[in-house]
């Protein structure tokens, strides 16, 4: 089945640096999705790409649905503590399947 | 407030009593799914359901069993639990099949 590769693992930044983190897949995905769960809470959707090649924002995230379908990345500026937590990522093709990374931990040091 | 509901949130239990939780979404979405998240694995789906009385396998579905007789209501069922089954599940819903879905907090089990 398919299988999405998300890098890096975890992550420990000074806050105020940005950050980066990326999936990939051998699939060809639809809809890449973002996604951020916080402890004790479920996972909440940061943001959303349809087409390929689109750079979406929201707030100081980034995302951006790679030109081949397989890829996608997710960068966050000035990162501030609570940014603390742990980032999915998300692939969808056409109907309801959704393959999610196995996330990327995110500590913050203030 | 638009949410998805799951309970209980926390359940400690022995192997082989039925339980069930429950999921309700008062956002009248006609997709629910459910996943369970074990560490390093990520989500992965378990059953889902593209509206009233139409349920699917998803990629886990071994152990399980769900129902939707109503749109907002989508129970999961584990009719004789084992400890592998001791996981964090996720409920979510989606107005649409292909719409990003929306997660609830999640039901953390215990089965010993």
């Known amino acids: 089945g398919q299988q999405l590769n998300q890098s890096p693992q975890s992550m420990f930044i000074q806050e105020g640096e940005d950050v980066s983190m990326n999936c990939t897949s051998s699939?060809?995905?639809?809809?890449w999705l973002w996604y951020k769960q916080d402890p004790g809470e479920g996972p909440v959707l940061l943001i959303a790409l349809y087409k390929a090649g689109e750079l979406t924002s929201n707030g100081r995230l980034t995302a951006q649905f790679g030109i081949t379908r397989k890829d996608s990345f997710l960068n966050i500026s000035a990162s501030i503590p609570s940014d603390v937590g742990i980032y999915f990522c998300?692939?969808?093709?056409?109907?309801?399947?959704?393959?999610f990374g196995a996330g990327t931990i995110l500590r913050v040091k203030s | 407030e638009a949410q998805v509901t799951q309970n209980p949130r926390y359940l400690i239990t022995v192997t082989g009593k039925k339980l069930t939780v429950t999921c309700s979404q008062n956002?009248?979405?006609?997709?629910m799914s459910w996943y369970r998240q074990d560490p390093g694995l990520g989500l992965r789906q378990i059953y889902y359901?593209?509206?009233?009385?139409?349920?699917d396998k998803g990629d886990v579905p071994e152990g399980y069993k769900v129902s939707r007789k109503e749109k907002r209501n989508f129970p999961l069922i584990l009719e004789s639990p084992s400890p592998n089954q001791t996981s964090l599940y996720f409920c979510?819903?989606?107005?649409?099949?292909?719409?990003?879905?929306?997660f609830g907090d999640g039901t953390r089990l215990s089965i010993l």
């Open positions: 699939s060809i995905f639809n809809t």
């Open positions: 979510a819903s989606a107005k649409v099949f292909n719409q990003p879905q929306h």
């Open positions: 956002m009248n979405h006609e997709y």
């Open positions: 998300a692939g969808q093709l056409y109907g309801n399947k959704l393959v």
């Open positions: 359901s593209m509206n009233v009385e139409v349920t």
